[in-house]
């Protein structure tokens, strides 16, 4: 089984400063199959990087993701008072077939 | 524009049964993976399941054997028949696209399943 974990639990951060969320996996994941998602409180989760670095439609491009193997990274460039949120990173192709971390919050200093 | 609409959601009794449907539009319905993805009131995403045919399903441990994804493509819609549910499958319950297999591409708002006495 491939548990993700992520580092920090919580990060306060203000408008402005550089985010770096860190997702670390228990096993070997391919840099093909790691993706992130942010989610605000009452929505459903949005998809912002997949393969590791590629950015969704429609992601600005103040996100951007990097890693390989077992370490894995998110990086807010700037960060937007809309980017204070959850954040999931989420693997696919172990047991089980697709499992998501726990997720780190960003929230205001 | 993507559009993924979730129902059915309820408060059940444990062992008791419900049924999800998730209609779709704005995308060619029949030649995406289609899948399940739950969320625990205060919890983190956990996948459910996941259909691209009857004969290509996936299902969570947590799951196997009491939950069914199917779909009928002709009405462009996505079931996730539950049975003998427990506590535990408290949950809002996501609908998603699955993009190129591996990821989550677009959700719906959820719908919410109480699993109480």
């Known amino acids: 089984e491939i548990v993700l974990t992520q580092s920090p639990g919580t990060l306060s951060l203000s408008p402005g400063e550089r985010a770096t969320l860190s997702c670390r996996a228990s096993q070997s994941v391919s840099s093909k199959y790691l993706a992130w998602y942010q989610q605000k409180p009452g929505q459903a989760p949005r998809l912002l990087i997949f393969g590791t670095s590629s950015r969704a439609t429609g992601i600005p491009d103040r996100f951007s993701g990097s890693g390989s193997g077992t370490d894995f990274t998110l990086t807010i460039s700037r960060l937007e008072p809309e980017d204070f949120a959850i954040y999931y990173c989420?693997?696919?192709?172990?047991?089980?077939?697709?499992?998501f971390g726990p997720g780190t919050k960003v929230d205001i200093k | 524009e993507v559009q993924l609409v979730e129902s059915g959601g309820d408060l059940v009794q444990p062992g008791g049964s419900l049924r999800l449907s998730c209609a779709a539009s704005?995308?060619?319905?029949?030649?995406?993976?289609m899948a399940w993805v739950r969320q625990a009131p205060g919890r983190g995403l956990e996948w459910v399941s996941t259909i691209y045919s009857a004969d290509s399903t996936y299902y969570a441990d947590s799951v196997k054997g009491r939950f069914t994804i199917s779909r009928d493509n002709s009405k462009n819609t996505l079931f996730l028949q539950m049975h003998s549910l427990r506590p535990e499958d408290t949950a809002l319950y996501f609908c998603?696209?699955?993009?190129?297999?591996?990821?989550?591409?677009?959700w719906g708002q959820g719908s919410l399943v109480i699993v109480s006495s």
């Open positions: 989420q693997q696919y192709g172990g047991s089980p077939l697709f499992s």
């Open positions: 998603a696209r699955v993009k190129d297999f591996v990821v989550f591409g677009d």
């Open positions: 704005g995308f060619p319905f029949s030649r995406n993976y």
